[in-house]
């Protein structure tokens, strides 16, 4: 099979972070799916198949941490295989993917409108906010509060090495909020003046904690100490179906380079460098997590992946 140069480059953009944001990149990992079919010149169901199975590994492959990559897959792969129960023709097969594409998207574009409508209700008139690297589902809430015109101020993270922050900024100020951006390690010394902090996900597990940007976990600590509200934005497909079979998920490592360039570390006798993506934040800091169904506890992410995947995970490497 001949992967589509489009899917080598959604591929590329993903891994390189040209293409970020946990939903975004499960938006473009389900549409590789689309461009696999209409590109596919296979001649019977079974070499679709494959072909679907070859472009999911690649995508699923581009970075470990964020599930709503293969959930968005997930998503798709199970409407395919409702439909193979009736022999589809590959024709049919095609136009199954293609609507199943489509419905992942608006569904994930309606599920971040949503959390805006349901988390802002939390935001009130004067609240000082908090948050941390670039969430567009933590940021609609954001936004979904200041066009009730609600008076608050947000103090963003720059979020180091990528600098996320600086993207916040500029959404946020765009729409004529006051925001003050500020060094990752002054969290402490600003908590105090913070009502609320608020952030994305790249993936929650089955009893709760989050997986998020790097410096997260910090985030919810201080907030803990200072009894300062701490509240995850994230949509269902976020939830990681996977660790209620064990599985812990992976912490992507990225190259460190962004960290700090060949030279400098050279100048500096090359100390050892680490550049995880994202940590973990244990679920006792998490006051709650809004999601488009509505606001829960994250003691009830377990019933969460009941409801959206049922008992029977699959394997991520298995989808099609
Ligand atoms: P939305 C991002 O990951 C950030 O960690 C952010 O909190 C999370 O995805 C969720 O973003 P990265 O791609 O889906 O910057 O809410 O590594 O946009």
């Known amino acids: 099979m001949l992967i589509p140069d489009e899917v080598k480059q959604i591929a590329n953009d993903i891994k390189e972070m040209r293409i970020r944001g946990a939903g975004e990149i499960a938006r473009a990992a389900v549409k590789t799916l689309r461009i696999t079919v209409q590109n596919s010149k296979a001649k019977t169901v079974e070499e679709l198949l494959e072909e679907l199975r070859t472009t999911a590994e690649i995508v699923i492959n581009t970075r470990p941490t964020a599930v709503s990559l293969p959930n968005g897959i997930r998503f798709v792969s199970k409407k395919v295989r409702k439909e193979l129960e009736r022999n589809p023709s590959v024709e049919e097969l095609k136009d199954t993917v293609d609507k199943a594409v489509k419905e992942f998207i608006v569904n994930s574009q309606r599920a971040v409108q949503r959390i805006g409508e349901i988390g802002s209700k939390r935001i009130r ?10 969430s567009a589902a933590a940021l609609s809430v954001i936004l979904n ?9 947000v103090f ?15 959404i946020l100020r765009d729409a004529g909020i006051d925001v ?43 907030a803990k100490e200072a009894r300062t ?3 995850v934005a994230a949509e269902t497909y976020k939830f990681s179906p ?34 995880p993506a994202f940590d973990i934040t244990p679920p006792h800091y998490i006051d709650l997590i809004i999601t488009e169904k509505g606001i829960i506890p994250p003691q009830a992410a377990f019933t969460i992946l009941q409801e959206e995947f049922g008992w029977l995970s699959g394997d991520k490497k298995s989808l099609f």
């Open 180 to 222: 003050t951006l500020i060094i990752d390690s002054a969290v402490r010394l600003y908590m105090n003046k913070i009502d609320t902090a608020i952030v994305g996900a790249d993936a929650i597990s089955s009893n709760g904690a989050l997986v998020n940007k790097i410096g997260t976990s910090t985030v919810a600590l201080v």
């Open 242 to 275: 996977e660790t209620l079979i064990g599985e812990l998920i992976e912490i992507e490592e990225r190259d460190i380079e962004e960290v700090i360039d060949r030279e400098e570390l050279e100048r500096i006798g090359n100390p050892k460098v680490l550049n």
């Open 145 to 153: 509060a200041a066009q009730q015109n609600k008076d608050i101020r």
């Open 125 to 134: 008139n004067g609240d000082v906010l908090l948050t941390h690297c670039n």
């Open 156 to 170: 963003a993270t720059e979020t180091r090495p990528k600098f996320q922050g600086h993207i916040t900024c500029k």
């Open 229 to 231: 509200l701490f509240f």
